[in-house]
């Protein structure tokens, strides 16, 4: 959707180095939903933001959505072989109750 | 099972062909959406349940698409006389409330139409 936009597409780092990907809406977000999608599977979820600068952290990814809300980056420290996948962020735009808008995904690659 | 399980995995169905994909969902969880996932893109929402009522059918591209959950637990979304550009994953999410909140995904169901 180009209503939210993924960067960069994809990435390649080098093993042990950091990462951000970000996600930005052209409407507020009233939450945003991180999810990782390995080839050929479902997507997993990784955390959820629903306040103006509030931060997550789950392992050695942590997730931000800025004060204005309408951006949201995901950081990986010391990337590891385990972290490569397609990052995807979800949005509650509120076009519905129910309905998420979905960004294209950001494709990681970890190299050793 | 724990998560969300559909079947099958992979289809490989020639032009024209009907297929029937299978959504079990999490135990409970009263939402249940189906998205068309082509390659390289994010989920594209094509139907929403609650229980066994379809709220939403907005996204679905055509009316050769199908879906139903009669008892309000396992969903079946049907393409009828299916077309090259049917191609894609098809994904199952659930989630407990009925709202978008933290929904749960299938691994999906990989179509290609030849």
């Known amino acids: 959707s180009q209503e939210l936009e993924q960067s960069p597409q994809s990435l390649i780092v080098q093993e042990g180095k950091n990462l951000t990907i970000n996600c930005t809406s052209s409407?507020?977000?009233?939450?945003l939903y991180w999810y990782k999608q390995k080839y050929g599977e479902g997507l997993i979820f990784l955390m959820m933001?629903?306040?103006g600068g509030e931060e997550k952290s789950h392992e050695k990814i942590t997730a931000k959505l800025d004060e204005k809300k309408q951006q949201s980056s995901l950081h990986i420290t010391a990337s590891q072989p385990s972290h490569a996948g397609i990052y995807l962020c979800?949005?509650?735009?509120?076009?519905?109750?129910?309905?998420?808008?979905w960004g294209a995904g950001t494709k990681l690659i970890i190299k050793p | 099972g724990a998560g969300v399980s559909q079947s099958p995995r992979y289809k490989v169905a020639k032009r024209g062909q009907d297929v029937a994909l299978r959504c079990d969902p999490i135990?409970?969880?009263?939402?249940l959406f189906w998205y068309q996932q082509a390659l390289g893109q994010g989920p594209e929402f094509l139907t929403y349940?609650?229980?066994?009522?379809?709220?939403?059918k907005s996204g679905l591209p055509s009316d050769r698409f199908f879906a139903e959950r009669p008892e309000g637990s396992v969903s079946t979304l049907k393409i009828q006389r299916t077309q090259q550009e049917d191609s894609a994953v098809y994904l199952c999410?659930?989630?407990?409330?009925?709202?978008?909140?933290?929904?749960?995904f299938g691994p999906g169901t990989r179509l290609t139409v030849t």
């Open positions: 349940f609650q229980n066994e009522a379809q709220l939403d």
């Open positions: 933001l629903q306040k």
């Open positions: 999410a659930s989630s407990f409330q009925g709202s978008s909140y933290e929904q749960y």
């Open positions: 979800g949005a509650d735009v509120r076009a519905s109750n129910y309905q998420l808008i």
């Open positions: 409407k507020t977000l009233y939450g």
């Open positions: 135990s409970g969880h009263v939402s």
